[in-house]
């Protein structure tokens, strides 16, 4: 349905990119392509063991190489104040060059710094270290009984324990996952600039500028005003830059010593040591059903790895305690010190690990009761929030399926594997459901509206690529009753209003929030101007008043009657695959992903949104694994010809749908989150589509050829 705003058609598939043109004419810059005057480079060398301590570490002849201003190594690192605050938890994040301890292979242990990358990068392969080496272990599967249940994740019950070996028909599986990593198309990056003793400007690759202000800020004891962080563009992160890394810390410091701008550019290989990745995984699911399809129990058991100096966890196993409607549920939640660097949030984080595993599950148990997946899903819909008991604030799951079963022609699916055939090809069709909390907390946003027409809106939200500031400017056009083209939407900047990182699905139900109720306030205070009457010839208005703009700046939140549901985005994706019964290669032939994502304020950005998302969960299935030889401790395939990620030549024409009907309560928009569920449950839907084509059941992601034949 089109709306109108001045006359002018808005299409039904929404805004383009208001940032569109700027990024494909090379006029967007990113955080290494500010031109700062004075700025030297930094290089990071890492360790080459996995274990132990530097015993001497020789920096003498990279000192000496041409253009070198400083080698940086925890022997003479700049004092950062914060690192030696009292208080402090035994574990955390690296505190990087503090001592001489080795926690990891890759872990930095100097940074060169020049006056030309080139010079920087020649004089980091002189530095030499020497160590004293211990025994690593970096192996998840041998390591699975030091596990331990973390604080934040303590096991849950709801019933009786294990019910589901009590069911008359049951299943139990394992199913790993490997490590994965983030691997955006640009790298980490960050330029650091004193402009006095106590006063710092950054250009970062961040998905928050207030959270990346604040760390560095508590670093090096600095007010958070003295510290300014910029980041208007960002070539996606998906999780990885949702934290502050050692390597951001090093970049300042050593700006502090060299007293000249740093620019340090993490390489290829660095981005899978330095920056967190989705961590190797291993679960159990048991479930148990009686002869109709209805679910008596289930049980989830994970444990993810993560570093010796830092305990990383995420919600892997709570799906299972609330995607359906089982009287019985416990899950065991475990997590096992490596020598390794800190996993983090990658895109659907551990629920995305959990699916796979659950949905997985839920496919094998309807093959066992010879029930169609898409059925036994819907005999155990949960019609209120099983953990809660709350009603949900929306969901229209039921209405996902059907439409996702109609585009994908699922009538055409054999419930018998290995049945379907098209040119030699074997065929087979395969679902998996995701859900993902949907949330919403505090943003504020400065709306101006000028004497030419103009709209400003600021908030210092950055967008890592979802379509941020083109949500903003739908939302605001469409209250406003201004033409998109005379809206411009500032973001990225931390001395910009505040607003929440970007990530866990909340941006646009936060910050798109606080844009709506910007507006309302602009648009009562010219109601004022023009005595209580309603117009929106906004420049009239200010030229009677003599006014150059009107400008309000507006915090929002949430609303308590939200205390009163349970509020989750809902996803179902729909795979078809054609398998080589010879060859065992696995083509994606048709990739349908629907989205129960409330109403969808950008339309043509939340597309892109929920392909990507699916793109990523094909690459989860069939291709990316990181792999560490154990004997090293190293990782073999850290670059982009070993580490396969997919391409356009994998991947078909993915289609998005949306159910696209409002929540009635979390934002004045109705809109909900869909970055997470894009991807979440992607993963089950192709392994299960494998399945159904061929008959065998691969458990252990990827799904490759060799596994298959």
């Not at 401790?633 to 993915?654: E, S, T, W």
Request: proline content about 6%.
């Amino acid at each position: 349905m089109e709306s109108k705003i001045l006359n002018k058609p808005i299409p039904e598939e929404g805004l383009s990119r208001v940032d569109g043109r700027l990024k494909v004419t090379g006029k967007a810059k990113y955080s290494a392509e500010y031109d700062v005057k004075g700025v030297c480079y930094g290089v990071m060398v890492g360790s080459t063991i996995t274990k132990g301590n530097i015993k001497s570490i020789e920096t003498k002849t990279a000192e000496r190489a041409p253009g070198v201003l400083a080698v940086i190594t925890y022997l003479n690192c700049p004092n950062i104040p914060g690192y030696h605050t009292d208080n402090q938890p035994d574990k955390g994040p690296l505190k990087i060059f503090i001592d001489d301890k080795i926690y990891f292979n890759g872990q930095p242990i100097a940074l060169v710094i020049a006056d030309t990358y080139e010079r920087a990068l020649f004089a980091a392969s002189l530095v030499k270290a020497d160590y004293t080496k211990d025994q690593h272990q970096t192996d998840l599967k041998a390591n699975l009984s030091s596990g331990f249940s973390p604080s934040k994740a303590k096991d849950y019950l709801r019933g009786q324990e294990d019910a589901y070996k009590l069911a008359p028909v049951k299943i139990e599986h394992e199913y790993t996952l490997p490590t994965e990593v983030h691997n955006p198309m640009e790298l980490h990056a960050i330029i650091a600039c004193w402009d006095a003793d106590d006063k710092i400007t950054v250009w970062d690759k961040t998905q928050g500028v207030k959270s990346t202000q604040r760390v560095i800020a508590q670093a090096f004891k600095l007010p958070p005003e003295n510290v300014q962080v910029t980041a208007p563009f960002v070539g996606g992160a998906f999780g990885a830059a949702l934290r502050t890394w050692p390597h951001e810390i090093a970049a300042v410091a050593a700006a502090k010593l060299v007293k000249r701008p740093v620019k340090l550019v993490l390489s290829r290989a660095d981005m899978f040591t330095s920056v967190g990745y989705r961590p190797h995984t291993w679960q159990k699911v048991g479930l148990g059903a009686t002869a109709d399809g209805k679910l008596v129990g289930i049980t989830h058991e994970a444990s993810g790895q993560t570093s010796v100096y830092e305990n990383f966890t995420e919600g892997v196993v709570n799906i299972s305690q609330l995607m359906y409607a089982s009287p019985n549920v416990n899950t065991r939640y475990r997590i096992v010190p490596l020598n390794v660097n800190t996993p983090t949030p990658m895109r659907g984080p551990g629920e995305a690990t959990g699916a796979y595993a659950l949905e997985s599950a839920m496919d094998e148990l309807s093959y066992a009761l010879n029930i169609d997946p898409i059925e036994l899903r819907i005999r155990n819909h949960a019609d209120s929030d099983p953990l809660s008991g709350k009603p949900y604030s929306s969901k229209f799951l039921k209405e996902a399926y059907q439409l996702g079963a109609d585009k994908i022609g699922w009538s055409e699916r054999s419930q018998k594997p290995g049945s379907l055939t098209k040119d030699g090809w074997l065929v087979g069709y395969g679902m998996g459901a995701g859900m993902f909390g949907a949330y919403r907390s505090n943003a504020t946003v400065t709306a101006r509206l000028m004497a030419d027409g103009t709209l400003f809106l600021q908030t210092s939200v950055t967008d890592i690529g979802p379509g941020t500031g083109t949500a903003m400017a739908s939302i605001a056009a469409e209250s406003m009753g201004i033409s998109p083209e005379k809206i411009r939407v500032e973001l990225g900047d931390s001395a910009l209003p505040p607003s929440p990182t970007q990530g866990g699905s909340q941006v646009t139900s936060t910050v798109g929030a606080a844009v709506f109720d910007a507006c309302k306030e602009l648009k009562d205070k010219f109601r004022q101007l023009d005595g209580g009457a309603d117009s929106t010839d906004y420049t009239a208005l200010l030229q009677k008043n003599k006014l150059q703009k009107l400008e309000v700046t507006t915090a929002s939140k949430g609303s308590a009657a939200m205390n009163n549901y349970a509020a989750f985005s809902w996803s179902v994706h729909f795979i078809q695959v054609y398998v080589n019964p010879n060859t065992g290669v696995v083509k994606v032939n048709k990739a349908i992903s629907v989205a129960d994502a409330g109403h969808i304020v950008s339309p043509k950005t939340a597309a892109s949104q929920i392909k990507g998302g699916s793109i990523m969960g094909i690459g989860m299935a069939l291709m990316e694994e990181a792999v560490i030889d154990h004997r090293y401790g190293r990782l073999v395939n850290n670059n982009f010809a070993d580490y396969h990620m997919p391409v356009q030549a994998d991947i078909p024409q993915v289609e998005a749908l949306f159910v696209n009907k409002p929540d009635p309560y979390l934002n004045p928009m109705g809109a909900k989150g869909m970055g997470e569920i894009a991807t979440i449950g992607v993963a089950a839907a192709v392994a299960n589509a494998v399945y159904n084509a061929t008959g065998k059941r691969i458990r252990e992601l990827p799904i490759t050829p060799d596994k298959l034949i």
